[in-house]
């Protein structure tokens, strides 16, 4: 069973051998984190002029808040200031900026009831991050932008970090999704058609594991672990940012999280950028990690 460690000073090392053995660390709200969520506020203000983000579900069509959101997302997306924030997030959680890479966050908007659920809001189902061609030592960080509660926040299946699922994840490749998937999202406004690596059999969901943090308030855990999107009944929109990370040291062996269950190709790792200076990771290592069929194979790396 996981457990969830909350505002720990532990170094980054620690931590990181904790969250391949499936534990979460929650931490309170920091300079850093407060001012990536206001920025993310601010943003959203002046999209959804002059509704209220939560709330502006209610009065604007589909097809408006989709017109909205095509362009607020990737504007925050690509927002110098998010690489800036993400590095001082890192260093403040005492992460080696220099063997620590990040990827663009994003801005994730769950409507509630159902508003929209598909495409540019895609309600995600239990999966693992592993499912998408992740490294197995991606851990994923997750903040709120507006206060969340039970009923429209993130949830962990945590008892499957050990049980294997049935999954679709060997017909993903994240380069297809890439070329493909990703840019139709804006087309699938009720049901979403795109190929998405998803489970087999039926997911037992409960227990459920909800961790609420308040606005700017982070959760980081192992991108192996099960989770979903509540259905969100709350009445407001949630709104939340996600980013991802990797270690080089784990980079360097495929180390990190056990792989039970994942046989998707292709790799994220190109995405990913330096704490440090915001260069990509290697050509060699890139390279390695492409030629992998599985990722739960180790590849032959050049150590870096
Ligand atoms: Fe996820």
């Known amino acids: 069973m996981s457990t969830v460690i909350f505002d720990s000073n532990i170094n980054d090392d620690r931590r990181r051998r904790d969250l391949y053995a499936g ?12 001012a990536l969520c206001q920025l993310a506020r601010d943003m959203c203000e002046e999209a959804f002029a002059p509704h209220d983000p939560e709330d502006a579900q209610y ?12 362009s607020l997302k990737p504007a925050f997306i690509h927002h110098p200031r998010c690489k800036e924030l993400i590095r001082q997030i890192l260093d403040e959680k005492r992460c080696d900026l220099e063997r620590v890479y990040f990827d663009v966050p994003r801005l ?16 995600f189902k239990p999966h693992r991050d592993t499912w998408y061609s992740t490294p197995q030592c991606q851990l994923n960080w997750w903040l709120p932008v507006y206060e969340v509660q039970p009923e429209n926040c993130m949830v962990f299946h945590t008892h499957y970090w050990d ?4 999954n679709s994840s060997d017909e993903f490749n994240y380069q297809d999704w890439n070329c493909n998937g990703r840019k139709a999202a804006h087309n699938q406004r009720k049901k979403d058609t ?9 997911v ?20 192996a672990h099960m989770h979903s999107s509540v259905p969100n009944t709350s009445g407001k929109t949630r709104i939340s940012i996600d980013f991802r990370t990797v270690h080089l040291d784990e980079l360097n062996t495929n180390g990190g999280a056990p792989n039970l269950d994942s046989a998707c190709t292709g790799t994220t790792i190109g995405d990913y950028l ?9 050509e060699t290592m890139r390279n390695a990690y492409e030629n992998l069929e599985c990722s739960s194979s180790v590849p032959d790396l050049v150590m870096v």
Do not use: M, N, W
């Open 163 to 166: 049980q294997p699922l049935k």
């Open 59 to 70: 009065h604007l069509s589909v097809e408006q808040y989709i017109e909205i959101l095509k």
């Open 274 to 282: 330096r704490g440090s200076d915001f260069s990509h990771i290697p």
């Open 204 to 223: 037992q969901l409960e227990p459920e594991l909800k961790i609420v943090p308040e606005p700017g308030g982070l959760i980081i855990f192992p991108a």
């Open 108 to 123: 994730r908007t769950s409507t509630s009831d159902q508003y929209l659920t598909s495409g540019l809001a895609y309600a």
């Open 194 to 202: 795109r190929r998405q690596s998803e489970a087999l059999e039926s």
């Open 23 to 34: 534990q979460i660390y929650a931490y309170s709200p920091t300079s850093a984190t407060t």
